[in-house]
């Protein structure tokens, strides 16, 4: 069974930064796309970023474009989002995700498998 733990959250002030861990462990066969999601409290989880098998191409929702950057160092079996320039509706539990594909997907439905999440709260 495939486990991810998410690592990094915290308070931090606007215009600041963080830098998310997800570090995955278990049985993989195969390759796998790896996604961020946040939620907020209240809302429903939307996506963030993703990556896919090779960590060649990326992707990411028009919020977070040009402040975030999703990467992936496949001999530590981690991915990381490096927040910048962060905003207060950036505040949200952030999960990462991973896919059995070599491509990613911005639907929550096409991952297999979840982290239990970071809290992130970028105050003003």
């Known amino acids: 069974q495939v486990q991810l733990v998410e690592s990094g959250g915290g308070l931090v002030q606007a215009g600041g930064s963080l830098r998310l861990s997800c570090a995955a462990s278990?049985?993989?066969?195969?390759?796998?796309?790896m996604g961020w999601f946040r939620q907020a409290p209240g809302k429903e989880r939307k996506f963030v970023a993703a990556?896919?098998?090779?960590?060649?191409?990326?992707y990411y929702a028009d919020s977070v474009k040009g402040r975030f950057t999703i990467s992936r160092d496949n001999a530590k079996n981690t991915v990381y989002l490096q927040m910048n320039s962060l905003k207060p509706e950036d505040s949200a539990v952030y999960y990462c995700?991973?896919?059995?594909?070599?491509?990613?997907?911005?639907?929550?439905?096409?991952?297999?498998?979840w982290g239990q999440g970071t809290q992130v709260t970028v105050s003003s």
């Open positions: 995700a991973a896919r059995r594909s070599l491509s990613y997907t911005p639907s929550n439905s096409g991952y297999d498998y």
């Open positions: 278990g049985r993989f066969i195969g390759n796998y796309a």
């Open positions: 990556i896919n098998w090779s960590g060649s191409s990326t």
